[in-house]
């Protein structure tokens, strides 16, 4: 099983900086992508971010040249560096990872408890 923890929210002005952390611990047996999601009061939740395996990444138009998404294998931690920040950025921040957790288990989507992300003067 898949434990997924994300740290880093917080307050920060506009234009302002925010690394997002997410650790992941437990085994499973394949990923397939791991990712960033974040949902505002109101609205669906959508992706900011993710990466594969082999370090392909894709981003929300509405992020694309601000935030970075990154991981270190060693640490088994992902990372969403996020510059620039504007109001609408403001959302709860959830960690994402996509894949089975045994060689014959359906793809199944893991997540942790999310973090407040809140971008205000």
């Known amino acids: 099983q898949v434990q997924l923890v994300e740290s880093g929210g917080g307050l920060v002005q506009p234009g302002g900086s925010l690394r997002l952390s997410c650790a992941a611990s437990g085994s499973i047996f394949s990923i397939y992508a791991r990712g960033w999601y974040r949902q505002a009061p109101g609205k669906q939740r959508e992706l900011v971010a993710k990466?594969?395996?082999?370090?392909?990444?894709n981003y929300a138009d509405s992020v694309k040249g601000r935030f970075t998404i990154s991981r270190d294998n060693a640490k088994n931690t992902m990372y969403l560096q996020m510059n620039s920040l504007k109001p609408e950025d403001t959302a709860v921040y959830y960690c994402?990872?996509?894949?089975?957790?045994?060689?014959?288990?359906?793809?199944?989507?893991?997540w942790g408890q999310g973090t407040q992300v809140t971008v205000s003067s």
């Open positions: 994402n990872t996509h894949g089975r957790a045994t060689i014959g288990a359906p793809p199944y989507d893991y």
């Open positions: 990466i594969t395996p082999g370090g392909s990444t």
